[in-house]
C-alpha cells in the first residue's frame, strides 16, 4: 500500500493559514516584551536595581525568547512539511513553485540569529 505525500488543497491550505496565524498571534506579545525591557534600560536607573531584580528581568528576557524561538522553529518545521505535502493544484502555480523553493532552514537560522542578538543586546544591557 502507498502512502499518499500530499494534502488536499483545502487541507492544506488551512493548516498554512492556521500556523502563518499562529506565527503572527507571537508578534504582538514577543515586540510589546521587547519594548517594555527597552523602555525600562533606557529611561529607567536599572544600575540602581538590586542583583536579584536583574536577574528575574535577565530570565524573563531569556526565557521569553526561547519561546519565540521555538514557536517559530515549529512553525518553521511545519512549513517544511506542507512544502512536501503540497497538493498538485498548489505545486502548479508559481506561488507552489516559490513555496516549493522557500529554504526553511534558513528562515529557521535566521530566526534563531534575530532572536539571540536581541536577547543578547538585553542582557548585556542589563548587567552593564
Known amino acids: 500500500m502507498e502512502v499518499q505525500?500530499?494534502?488536499?488543497?483545502?487541507?492544506?491550505?488551512r493548516v498554512i493559514e492556521t500556523r502563518a496565524?499562529?506565527?503572527r498571534a507571537i508578534i504582538l506579545p514577543y515586540t510589546a516584551a521587547v519594548s517594555a525591557t527597552l523602555a525600562m534600560l533606557v529611561f529607567g536607573d536599572v544600575s540602581a536595581l538590586s542583583?536579584?531584580?536583574?536577574?528575574?528581568?535577565?530570565?524573563?528576557?531569556v526565557l521569553g525568547s526561547l519561546w519565540v524561538?521555538?514557536?517559530?522553529?515549529?512553525?518553521f518545521q511545519?512549513?517544511?512539511?506542507?512544502?512536501k505535502s503540497m497538493p498538485t493544484g498548489v505545486a502548479s502555480t508559481p506561488f507552489?513553485?516559490?513555496m516549493a523553493k522557500a529554504p526553511i532552514v534558513v528562515f529557521?537560522?535566521?530566526?534563531?540569529?534575530?532572536?539571540?542578538?536581541?536577547?543578547?543586546?538585553q542582557i548585556l544591557a542589563?548587567?552593564?
Do not use: C, H, P
Request: no cysteine; charged share 20%.
Open 126 to 128: 542589563i548587567y552593564d
Open 78 to 83: 511545519d512549513f517544511a512539511a506542507l512544502q
Open 96 to 98: 507552489g513553485a516559490v
Open 108 to 121: 529557521r537560522v535566521v530566526n534563531l540569529l534575530v532572536i539571540g542578538l536581541i536577547t543578547l543586546a
Open 51 to 61: 542583583d536579584s531584580i536583574k536577574l528575574a528581568l535577565a530570565t524573563f528576557v
Open 5 to 13: 505525500k500530499t494534502m488536499d488543497e483545502k487541507t492544506w491550505t
Open 69 to 75: 524561538i521555538i514557536w517559530w522553529d515549529g512553525i
Open 21 to 23: 496565524a499562529d506565527g
